[in-house]
């Protein structure tokens, strides 16, 4: 599996659901398309459109991304905006566990948000754990991600994956 | 050689476990609320639920629901609770977590929510972490899931907490030494005599704030306490003693003297942007907020009563009872009447100020409040400033309209 794609933002420490999409917004709206042009509204606004105006964004961030609240319209509300795959030193568990259940790509590599900036060029190998920057011509690697995993993003979600599958197989 | 994680988890899963291990387990009891239910409904698709009388649906976060678009959200929870035979928790009943303390949390049970402060119900005994909507569909649809069994951190307190001085002001502190990802995936697992010494309402407000940093669960041990909680709420037959072996191995102890622990209080924007209230005092608010699932209990409520009585609050004041039962007790103990003429808005049981659904703030204020967290735009305004602390900094803070160090206050 690869993706290729261009770096939207790079993102500080502890990046929170709540800075993602606000808890004024979630009880009232379940079509998720509309709930991401409220994407990062509490930091900055635009930020749907400007990712919808690239081929396969790509979303970077330092430790800790997506602490706070289990909402599930966090990753969806990303994956809305057409984030292809978050990079990021580390994730909060919930998140990390909800963005495979929803499949959407997220990789731990240490260092990234040093290594990399907004406008940069990846592509991104997950079976190698190898991350290319075309922009400045360098390499990261990070831990390939276990084969079930690696299925949850080929089959779009924790649901699909679980009735291919007739459910959880120990 | 086992840690209270490994050994719930060992019992529940039928084999020998040890931290690092991936287990599938079954789901004692599933909750959701209207934030998370709904989002789960869609994602169970045509899927029926496999275990419902193991299930929970809760309106807490907009509750009374201040909208229509909230209130169809609501509806579609309803039928689904209906066309499931689903217990479901009206506007009014209070809190999710509240309610599953009182009716369903007990030791060795793995209960898993549709909300990040599931972790409150450690303080009972049982494996309760928080998960996403569609993890809360798969185990409506399954019965099941999967985890990994956590390495876990040992929070050690001894000795006794000061007057003013709460389980809190002890987690405010645990977390400015370990900060928000200190425990990021791992089990946070509380003992000594300072924790043998609190209620289990005190351990709850602490095993609610695991996730604050980081934490899958926030685990205490059961004892005599425990017992006399769960048979208060008729329950008292799902006791069972839980304690960590004395060789089980923990990646990590920290140590809190309980006599050195002072009134804390989290700055915005950050949880673990921890100082003592004295770093603070005099600072001017518009809002203090008493309750949540935090410090929304009536040992939190007694004692903000305790101090407010006979006082008037000098700004906003909003309380929010965790539940109902919470409330009904406030009402025969004389508190609500001290808190209504300390000026307090007495609201509804739920989760009100927290989420800044029912009740927002307006730009540039400062409110002081119980609850578990201060993000940006967290109590419904990006450009707002939220102050964590104690039930008795709050109560003492209303009083002088300013952030007050509680042992400052004459009785």
């Given amino acids: ?170 | 050689m086992k840690t209270l994680s490994e050994k719930i988890l060992s019992t529940r899963s039928g084999a020998d476990v040890r931290s690092g291990d991936i287990i599938a387990v079954p789901v004692d009891l599933v909750f959701a609320h209207d934030g998370t239910l709904p989002l789960a409904i869609q994602q169970l698709g045509g899927h029926s639920v496999k275990h419902p009388e193991r299930v929970a649906a809760i309106c807490d976060h907009a509750s009374p629901s201040p909208s229509e678009k909230v209130s169809n959200v609501q509806t579609l929870m309803r039928r689904f609770a209906r066309e499931n035979g689903i217990d479901f928790y009206e506007n009014g009943d209070g809190i999710c977590h509240q309610i599953v303390l009182e009716k369903y949390a007990a030791p060795y049970k793995i209960i898993i929510g549709g909300d990040s402060h599931t972790c409150t119900h450690g303080a009972l005994g049982a494996f309760a972490t928080g998960m996403g909507s569609t993890d809360v569909a798969a185990i409506l649809a399954y019965g099941n899931t999967w985890l990994k069994v956590p390495e876990t951190i040992r929070v050690e307190l001894s000795g006794g907490l000061c007057d003013k001085v709460h389980s809190k002001d002890v987690f405010l502190e645990l977390l400015s030494r370990i900060t928000a990802d200190g425990a990021t995936y791992k089990a946070l697992e509380f003992s000594g005599d300072g924790i043998e010494e609190m209620t289990v309402e005190s351990r709850a407000t602490m095993a609610n704030m695991a996730i604050e940093a980081g934490a899958k669960v926030g685990m205490f041990a059961t004892d005599e306490k425990a017992k006399a909680y769960l048979e208060h709420y008729g329950r008292g037959s799902e006791f069972a003693p839980l304690s960590a072996d004395d060789d089980a191995t923990y990646i990590r102890e920290v140590r809190i003297e309980a006599e050195t622990v002072v009134p804390m209080i989290a700055k915005p924007h950050k949880v673990d942007n921890v100082v003592p209230v004295t770093d603070l005092e005099g600072k001017e608010l518009d809002q203090v907020c008493i309750g949540s699932c935090t410090n929304g209990r009536i040992e939190d409520l007694r004692v903000a009563a305790r101090i407010l009585k006979g006082s008037r609050s000098k700004v906003r004041l909003i309380v929010y009872p965790a539940s109902r039962n919470v409330l009904l007790k406030a009402v025969r103990e004389g508190i609500v009447e001290t808190l209504l003429r300390a000026g307090a808005a007495v609201c509804p049981p739920g989760c009100g100020f927290c989420i800044g659904r029912t009740v927002a703030l307006g730009d540039g204020e400062v409110s002081l409040s119980t609850q578990n967290r201060n993000f940006k735009g967290r109590m419904g305004n990006d450009k707002s400033f939220i102050y964590l602390a104690s039930p008795s900094t709050a109560a003492a803070s209303a009083i002088t309209g300013t952030i007050t160090d509680p042992r400052n206050l004459s009785d």
Avoid: W
């Avoid at chain 1, 709206?29 to 400007?50: C, M, P, Q, V």
């Avoid at chain 1, 580390?90 to 907004?118: D, K, M, T, W």
């Fill in chain 1, 1 to 170: 599996m690869k993706i290729t794609g261009e770096v939207v933002r790079v993102l500080p420490d502890d990046t929170n659901t709540d800075e993602i999409i606000s808890g004024k917004y979630k009880y009232d709206e379940l079509d998720l398309n509309k709930l991401a042009r409220h994407t990062f509204e509490s930091i900055e606004s635009g930020f749907f459109d400007e990712c919808r105006k690239l081929q396969a964004p790509i979303l970077v961030a330092a430790a800790n991304f997506g602490c706070g609240s289990s909402r599930e319209q966090a990753p969806q509300v990303l994956r809305a905006c057409g984030i292809s795959c978050i990079i990021a030193e580390s994730f909060a568990r919930i998140f990390y566990r909800n963005g495979f259940n929803i499949g959407l790509p997220l990789i731990e590599c240490e260092g990234i948000s040093s290594h990399v900036s907004q406008g940069n060029r990846l592509i991104i190998d997950f079976n190698a754990g190898l991350i290319r920057n075309m922009t400045r011509q360098e390499e990261y690697r990070f831990k390939p991600i276990p084969t079930f995993m690696q299925e949850l993003l080929q089959k779009a979600g924790l649901m699909q994956y679980l009735e291919a599958h007739g459910g959880y197989t120990d």
